[in-house]
């Protein structure tokens, strides 16, 4: 039986779990690819980005990378898909689409 968030995975049952163990641990998505939730994916234009990086602090996932002050393309492991960082890119850099 699963006795920490550690240690859930794919292959625990839910019969194995106790009630509240999903907040009994703590955690966070470094340790899950919440990404295979996404049913869609942002496609990233960098020759269109001006790197304002408006679309960092909106991302609930924290999917967009930042090197050396620059944004790079998502990680796609973390995002979901969710289409904020779109909605607010001023430049047309992002858009919803891409099939996953």
């Not at 960092?56 to 492991?77: A, H, L, M, N, W």
Request: hydrophobic share 30%.
């Amino acid at each position: 039986m699963a006795t920490d968030i550690s240690k859930l995975h794919e292959k625990v049952r839910y019969q194995d779990l106790t009630e509240g163990m999903g907040i009994a641990g703590s955690g966070n998505s470094v340790q899950f690819n919440t990404g295979e939730w996404r049913t869609i994916d942002p496609i990233y234009y960098a020759d269109k980005c001006r790197q304002c990086l408006l679309c960092i602090p909106v991302c609930p996932d924290s999917s967009i990378p930042v090197i050396d002050g620059k944004r790079t393309d998502f990680d796609f492991e973390h995002c979901k898909g969710c289409g904020i960082c779109a909605k607010v890119c001023p430049f047309g850099a992002i858009e919803m689409g891409g099939e996953k």
